[in-house]
């Protein structure tokens, strides 16, 4: 079962009392998961030894979104009931999750979030944020097949970065599975209107539950200026 952030009616008598927002990964998340998230880096996120390796020579902007990434990432682990705890960055950049669990961090102007599940409900989860606006010009070329965005309605999202964010968090799902690289172009995105994608990879699968797996599901969402897209892998 999901677990539900607490909510109160805003009452000035109770000032004891804290009304959360759910995060807004919660829509596009299984019940398995949890996440947490942040609009800016406003609040003081100090990092483990292990953590702060992976910025010590990037720009303070850089250092500070990360740490943030990181506070996020801390603040899923204990909605999932586990301590907090460093997270890394491994191979590839994919962040080093405590044993048992399975996780993505995403960060993107205005925006910084982290989800995670237990390794025995899902085998791997990716999780993308961007801006909701036109891809720089000649960056689409570079994502999408042809005729990857064709059928897709006029009005909504900006469908080329909503393609770009639904491959990023395909890449963050597949790479902890696969262990390699995945170009744009090794993999095949349909995006549906009501909130979902499906995704092909065109290169051999990723190892899961004992098999192949080479077709992904996820889901997505649109708020005002913000795209988040989501992919959750089951075990079997």
Do not use: Q
């Not at 390796?53 to 204990?78: I, Q």
Request: net charge negative; glycine share 12%.
């Amino acid at each position: 079962m999901r677990r539900l952030p607490r909510f109160a009616a805003a009452n000035p008598a109770r000032a004891d009392i804290v009304c959360r927002v759910p995060p807004l990964l919660t829509a596009i998340l299984p019940p398995s998961a949890v996440a947490a998230e942040r609009r800016d880096d406003a609040d003081p996120a100090p990092l483990f030894p292990g953590e702060a390796a992976a910025v010590a020579d990037a720009v303070d902007s850089r250092r500070r979104e990360f740490a943030t990434g990181r506070l996020c990432a801390r603040e899923a682990l204990r909605a999932l009931g586990l301590p907090a705890a460093a997270v890394p960055r491994g191979d590839g950049g994919a962040p080093v999750w405590p044993p048992g669990v399975v996780g993505s961090v995403t960060h993107c102007a205005g925006y910084r979030g982290a989800a995670v599940a237990r390794a025995g409900d899902l085998a791997a989860l990716g999780i993308d944020a961007e801006p909701d606006e036109p891809l720089p010009a000649g960056v689409l070329d570079l994502v999408a097949g042809e005729g990857e965005l064709a059928g897709l309605p006029d009005g909504g999202p900006h469908w080329d970065r909503l393609l770009f964010c639904a491959k990023e968090a395909l890449y963050k799902a597949w790479y902890p599975l696969a262990r390699r690289w995945l170009g744009f172009e090794e993999a095949w995105v349909t995006l549906a209107p009501d909130g979902t994608f499906t995704a092909r990879v065109l290169v051999e699968g990723a190892p899961v539950g004992g098999g192949v797996r080479t077709e992904f599901a996820g889901t997505w969402l649109a708020t005002p200026g913000l795209l988040l897209a989501a992919v959750a892998v089951p075990t079997g």
